[in-house]
């Protein structure tokens, strides 16, 4: 069982930065892929970031690509996600999760994790 534990979010004026940490349980978090999803009132969730158990190489979002990082601490079981230059359009409840097995990083049906998710609100 994995349990995951998202913090960071909060409300932030657009142009400016927020950091979501993702603390992970479980002895084997060096072996997942763990990514970013995020869901806007009315939209589907969505793929945002994903990185490899060993850090590289990542995956982005187009539409965060350049914006966004994403990190990780294996000796820490956290992943990161580093947001700058937020604009509107970025409002959404952020959610980590992990991938176990493999898989494209970008759909959230190869996840097997997920946490409750943080709210992130930018306002214009």
């Known amino acids: 069982q994995v349990q995951l534990v998202e913090s960071g979010g909060g409300l932030v004026q657009a142009g400016g930065s927020l950091r979501l940490s993702c603390a992970a349980s479980?002895?084997?978090?060096?072996?997942?892929?763990m990514g970013w999803f995020r869901q806007a009132p009315g939209k589907e969730r969505e793929f945002v970031a994903a990185i490899s158990w060993s850090g590289a190489p990542t995956r982005y979002a187009n539409s965060v690509k350049g914006r966004f990082t994403i990190s990780r601490d294996n000796a820490k079981n956290t992943v990161y996600l580093q947001m700058n230059s937020l604009k509107p359009e970025d409002t959404a409840v952020y959610y980590c999760?992990?991938?176990?097995?493999?898989?494209?990083?970008?759909?959230?049906?190869?996840?097997?994790?997920w946490g409750q998710g943080t709210q992130v609100t930018v306002s214009s």
């Open positions: 999760a992990a991938d176990l097995h493999g898989g494209v990083w970008s759909d959230l049906n190869n996840y097997d994790y």
């Open positions: 479980g002895r084997t978090f060096s072996s997942y892929i």
